[in-house]
């Protein structure tokens, strides 16, 4: 009996806050009407690119304004603009039918045109801004994996349709052996039309990490941008990130990351200020700005955000930069935790990460993956995160087991590490306080539990050491003897030694810690959680023995007995708690 918490590590990545969400659902709606207005501007603007230099500003221009798709072909067509689509009362079956080949609309898909206008969701400011005019050519990279084939066509299109030319290198499709006949004779064939287009074809699955990898290494532009193959790439979207990285090659810059629809296929936009963070056990997630913060810092819609972590599927990269940093960890397999990866890397080893909100580029966000997984999936997930939290998170990876306590009890073989080790000793790479302290300081990250003497609650006494035996004495919060730590791993620490039940005696002493060990972990149960402060009944439940600690008030010691929960000699207190 090993108490397993539910797995905690999620497989999909979800959306970015949307505060408008229901009115755009809301057909026809005012948010709607809006829309279409806009799009009426913008289609007046026409073909209008403005390649004006600004003269006060030589060698730079303002961002181009590169979109075909302006005035698109057919105005009318479903989808266009952005709008949202209804599937005909006729169709549903269908549609729900092919739902499963993408986890998302598949019929709506096919529906609306490969290249669709979008509205323009650029904050206003963005399109006055200025660029160099010498910006770094990049290599677009895009893996896919049996991706449905109107979306992998409209993520090629919008790349094609909205950036300038010249910045194009190539753009790379990295096949990751997809099994879909129409993603062979038909791709090539498509994409025979566009010579900036090359199609990569792995030959067996390497997942999209080691994919990406494939990709780089084909890669001739002097710029790494990684793109998912169901996206859609707004006006104007690329010159803010190169700008970024022209400006210092070890900033790694992110679009924002907008929605675009899984059931409508509308394209919509998100709230601003949004950071991505993540939370334990290594969640990806992304967190609001406060209004009060933004305010008092006078932040601006068009201001780039510094963020913890990125997302992980839309990003530019200095290419030589990448392969300074040793690329991805190639230990990674499939799917997940290359972005943990890449984010800490980056951070730690003196570059930084960002978001341009000027770069705005639409996503199908899935609430599950639609391709199959080698291997068990969330065990994919967990392996990966595992390498990433042995090679960067030094003692706070104690937070990540914690978290998900059955990540270190499973004993999952995650390959070798010592190559990543070495890599960060090598880059002179800083510490993982030193990135909580200066880049994520609102990342709750106590590295223990709960610390401090361990009082009795019924008797008053505290847990003492004796020549490593564990006895009860009246309380001294300033005796060495009576300081114990309870570590996210649940181990009661003293010093850097471990509080054991010794089997024949039922007494309690100290080992040597071993993280794995199952006799050396403490439940700390109560009826309300972990939330001591709350609480009426506090146990400490050894892992392997079910036994209870329990405090024996005539011989001043410890002993394990059968748990009962109304047993007051058996709840224990510790004079901290961290929140975590
Ligand atoms: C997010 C990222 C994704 C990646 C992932 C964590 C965004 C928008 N997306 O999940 O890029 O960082 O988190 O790993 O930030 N693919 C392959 N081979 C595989 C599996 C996937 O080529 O074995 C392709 C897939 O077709 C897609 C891309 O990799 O184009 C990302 O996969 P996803 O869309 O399933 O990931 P997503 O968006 O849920
Ligand atoms: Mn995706």
Same mark, same amino acid.
């Given at each position: 009996?090993?108490?397993?918490?539910?797995?905690?590590?999620?497989?999909?990545?979800?959306?970015?806050q949307?505060a408008m969400?229901?009115?755009?659902?809301?057909l026809?709606?005012?948010?709607?009407s809006?829309?279409r207005? &806009?799009?009426?501007?913008?289609?007046?603007?026409g073909?209008?690119q403005?390649?004006?230099n600004?003269?006060?500003n030589p060698?730079?221009h303002?961002?181009?304004?590169v979109?075909?798709?302006?005035s698109?072909r057919?105005?009318?067509?479903?989808?266009?603009?952005?709008?949202?689509v209804?599937?005909?009362?006729g169709k549903?079956?269908?549609?729900d039918r092919?739902?499963?080949?993408g986890?998302?609309?598949?019929? *709506?898909?096919d *529906?609306?045109?490969? $290249?669709r206008?979008?509205? $323009?969701?650029?904050?206003a400011g963005?399109?006055?801004?200025?660029?160099?005019?010498?910006l770094?050519?990049?290599?677009?990279?895009m893996?896919?994996?049996?991706?449905?084939?109107?979306?992998?066509?409209?993520?090629?299109?919008?790349v094609l349709?909205?950036s300038?030319?010249h910045l194009?290198?190539?753009i790379?499709?990295?096949d990751?052996f997809?099994t879909?006949d129409y993603?062979?004779?038909?791709?090539d064939?498509?994409?025979?039309?566009?010579?900036?287009?090359?199609?990569? #074809?792995?030959?067996?699955?390497?997942?999209?990490?080691?994919a990406r990898?494939?990709?780089?290494?084909n890669?001739?532009?002097d710029?790494l941008?990684?793109?998912?193959?169901?996206?859609e790439?707004?006006?104007g979207?690329?010159?803010?990130?190169l700008? #970024?990285?022209?400006?210092?090659r070890?900033?790694?810059?992110?679009p924002v990351i907008?929605?675009?629809?899984?059931?409508?296929?509308s394209?919509m936009?998100?709230?601003?200020?949004?950071?991505?963070?993540?939370?334990w056990? &290594?969640?990806?997630?992304?967190?609001?700005?406060?209004?009060?913060?933004?305010?008092?810092?006078?932040?601006k819609?068009? /201001?780039?955000?510094?963020?913890?972590? &990125?997302?992980?599927?839309?990003?530019?990269?200095?290419?030589?930069?990448?392969?300074?940093?040793?690329t991805y960890?190639?230990?990674? /397999?499939?799917w997940?935790?290359?972005n943990m990866?890449?984010?800490?890397k980056?951070? %730690?080893?003196?570059g930084?990460?960002?978001?341009?909100p000027?770069?705005?580029?639409?996503?199908i966000?899935?609430? @599950?993956?639609?391709?199959?997984?080698?291997?068990?999936r %969330?065990?994919t997930?967990?392996?990966?995160?595992?390498?990433?939290a042995?090679?960067?998170l @030094?003692?706070?990876?104690?937070?990540?087991?914690?978290?998900? $306590?059955?990540?270190?009890?499973?004993?999952?073989?995650v390959?070798?590490?010592?190559q990543?080790?070495?890599?960060?000793?090598?880059?002179?790479?800083?510490?993982?306080?030193?990135?909580l302290d200066?880049?994520f300081? /609102?990342?709750?990250?106590?590295?223990?539990?709960a610390s401090?003497?361990l009082?009795?609650?019924?008797l008053?006494?505290?847990?003492?050491?004796?020549?490593?035996?564990a006895?009860?004495?009246d309380?001294?919060?300033?005796?060495?003897?009576?300081?114990f730590?309870?570590?996210?791993?649940?181990l009661?620490?003293?010093?850097?030694?471990?509080?054991?039940?010794v089997?024949?005696?039922?007494s *309690?002493r100290?080992?040597?810690?071993?993280?794995r060990?199952?006799?050396?972990?403490?439940?700390?149960?109560s009826?309300s959680?972990?939330?001591p402060?709350l609480?009426d009944?506090?146990?400490?439940?050894?892992?392997?023995?079910? *036994?209870?600690?329990?405090?024996?008030f005539?011989?001043?010691?410890?002993?394990m007995?059968?748990?009962?929960p109304?047993?007051?000699?058996?709840?224990?207190?510790?004079?901290?708690?961290?929140?975590?």
């Open positions: 009996h090993i108490p397993r918490n539910q797995s905690k590590t999620s497989s999909s990545l979800l959306a970015p949307r969400s229901q009115a755009n659902l809301a026809g709606g005012e948010l709607h809006a829309r207005n &806009m799009t009426a501007k913008a289609q007046t603007a073909h209008q403005s390649h004006t600004a003269p006060e060698g730079r303002r961002v181009l304004r979109d075909v798709t302006l698109p057919d105005p009318n067509a479903p989808g266009q603009f952005g709008r949202p209804v599937v005909p009362p549903k079956e269908e549609a092919r739902w499963k080949e986890n998302f609309n598949v019929y *709506l898909s *529906l609306i045109p490969v $290249d206008a979008i509205e $323009d969701t650029r904050p963005c399109a006055e801004q200025l660029v160099h005019n010498d770094p050519t990049t290599s677009i990279i893996c896919f994996v049996d991706e449905v084939w109107s979306a992998l066509l409209r993520s090629v299109h919008s349709n909205r300038p030319p194009i290198k190539e790379l499709l990295v990751d997809s879909k993603l062979k004779g038909n791709l064939k498509y994409m025979s039309q566009f010579p900036k287009v090359r199609i990569l #074809r792995l030959k067996e699955r390497h997942g999209l990490i080691r990898l494939a990709g780089a290494q890669a001739t532009g710029v941008t990684f793109l998912d193959s169901h996206v790439c707004n006006v979207w690329l010159e803010p990130l700008e #970024r990285v022209y400006l210092n070890k900033k790694v810059a992110c907008e929605v675009i629809n899984d059931k409508d296929m394209y936009t998100v709230d601003n200020f949004q950071r991505g963070v993540f939370t056990p &290594m969640n990806f997630g992304w967190r609001t700005i406060p209004p009060d913060v933004v305010a008092r810092n006078g932040i819609e068009t /201001d780039v955000i510094r963020c913890p972590v &990125m997302a992980g599927g839309l990003f530019s990269i200095d290419k030589s930069y990448f392969y300074e940093l040793g960890d190639p230990g990674l /397999d499939v997940g935790g290359e990866e890449l984010s800490f980056v951070w %730690m080893c003196g930084e990460i960002e978001i341009i000027c770069s705005r580029v639409g996503h966000f899935r609430n @599950d993956n639609p391709y199959s997984f080698p291997k068990d %969330m065990k997930v967990e392996r990966n995160l595992v390498r990433v042995e090679v960067w @030094d003692e706070y990876k104690e937070l990540f087991y914690g978290h998900g $306590d059955h990540l270190i009890d499973q004993g999952l073989d390959g070798n590490l010592t990543q080790r070495e890599l960060r000793k090598k880059l002179k790479c800083k510490s993982f306080k030193w990135y200066n880049v300081p /609102d990342l709750k990250a106590p590295v223990v539990r401090g003497v009082v009795n609650v019924a008053g006494k505290c847990v003492s050491i004796e020549n490593t035996t006895t009860l004495e309380c001294d919060g300033s005796s060495q003897l009576q300081q730590n309870y570590s996210w791993v649940r009661i620490k003293h010093g850097e030694q471990c509080m054991a039940p089997t024949d005696q039922g *309690l100290l080992q040597p810690c071993d993280n060990d199952s006799k050396l972990k403490w439940l700390h149960k009826t959680g972990f939330r402060e609480v009944h506090i146990v400490f439940e050894n892992y392997q023995q079910l *036994l209870c600690m329990e405090g024996n005539s011989q001043k010691t410890l002993k007995a059968t748990c009962n109304m047993e007051p000699y058996q709840k224990w207190k510790f004079e901290k708690y961290y929140e975590g």
